[in-house]
């Protein structure tokens, strides 16, 4: 049975998970979505709102482990959705393990002409494939895309360009999908354009021929990876929209 995928995860992978309670890795099971702010959490995302009022940057608070526990919650979202930085961002602290990497590129339209102002929202796994710190996957309605720990959102500069500061992603556990870091990417204007697509790595090991045939069928971009003299990595990835 041929079977869609849907943002990077195959519609037999969701099904199968959630019709068996959902054991991605050594008994850990989904994690729910996020509830009602506790307190403490109010607290937390009242601190952040109140440290981007006064300049701190975007990058900076994505960078600070003491939010992390905040990064799932919507209201937190929105504040970095609304506070998105122009060129540049940083979505993780450096205490957060994983392969350093630098990823950069452009957004363009059909023609290849460069959008300026394209809105990016970008989120992956950890470095051991968890997009929570709870579990693999996060339940509900796309738990993964709404409440993924490391996440961010940036626009592009004059140039159409964007440029993340993270950690490379690791494939999901019990499962041959490649590794990948989601992209949604959508403009204003006439007309306005959108695209939903992942950035996987030329190297990874689950990168088969079967896997690279189906992700160009999806339109996914496969980024050869280059080491910088620091030890860090760094792809290219560019998108057109059309």
């Avoid at 990064?71 to 060129?87: C, D, E, T």
């Avoid at 205490?95 to 990823?103: K, N, W």
Wanted: hydrophobic share 40%; glycine share 8%.
């Amino acid at each position: 049975m041929k079977m869609r995928r849907f943002l990077g995860v195959s519609l037999l992978a969701v099904l199968c998970v959630t019709a068996a309670g959902a054991q991605p890795e050594g008994g850990a099971r989904l994690t729910p979505p996020p509830g009602e702010e506790t307190p403490e959490i109010r607290g937390l995302i009242d601190r952040a709102q109140a440290a981007l009022a006064a300049n701190r940057t975007v990058s900076e608070l994505l960078a600070d482990e003491s939010f992390m526990p905040a990064h799932a919650y919507p209201r937190f979202r929105s504040l970095i959705r609304a506070k998105a930085p122009i060129g540049t961002v940083t979505l993780v602290p450096t205490s957060e393990p994983g392969q350093r990497l630098h990823v950069h590129g452009t957004v363009s339209d059909a023609a290849g002409r460069p959008l300026p102002g394209a809105l990016l929202y970008v989120y992956h796994t950890s470095a051991k494939g968890w997009y929570s710190d709870k579990a693999a996957h996060i339940s509900g309605s796309s738990g993964d895309t709404r409440s993924a720990r490391l996440f961010a959102y940036l626009r592009t500069d004059a140039a159409g360009r964007y440029e993340l500061h993270t950690i490379r992603p690791a494939g999901y556990p019990a499962s041959d999908l490649p590794a990948h870091i989601h992209v949604q990417i959508e403009t204003a204007g006439d007309p306005p354009r959108t695209r939903v697509t992942e950035i996987q790595f030329d190297d990874d090991p689950r990168l088969t021929p079967l896997w690279r045939e189906r992700s160009r069928q999806e339109g996914f971009v496969i980024v050869s990876v280059k080491r910088e003299a620091g030890g860090a990595q760094s792809v290219v990835a560019d998108f057109q929209l059309r």
